[in-house]
């Protein structure tokens, strides 16, 4: 499973967000996350159709198909659920 997160440095989501996704990346190491900023990845932004709504995260199954997605703020338990309920599509 892989995780895309969209966000910025200047979103007061994100901020939330980052710390909290950093605890989860430390307990599920196998878990793979990559991060796009809103100001420096614009193709990516259009590639999977995030706007302006931040922050985005898209959960992809083995085939890179998406099979997810939360915008905004999300508690990490509902996090863990998640990857955990989806971690082998």
């Not at 809103?38 to 999977?48: A, N, P, T, V």
Request: hydrophobic share 40%; net charge negative.
């Amino acid at each position: 499973m892989k995780i895309l997160k969209f966000g910025a440095v200047w979103c007061p989501g994100c901020l939330v967000m980052k710390p909290r996704f950093l605890e989860i990346e430390k307990e599920y190491p196998w878990l793979h996350t990559e991060f796009y900023d809103c100001d420096e990845d614009q193709e990516m932004f259009k590639q999977w159709k995030v706007n302006d709504v931040l922050p985005v995260f898209i959960f992809l199954d083995q085939n890179n198909q998406e099979i997810l997605r939360l915008i905004g703020e999300q508690s990490k338990k509902k996090i863990i659920d998640l990857i955990l309920k989806n971690k082998d599509k």
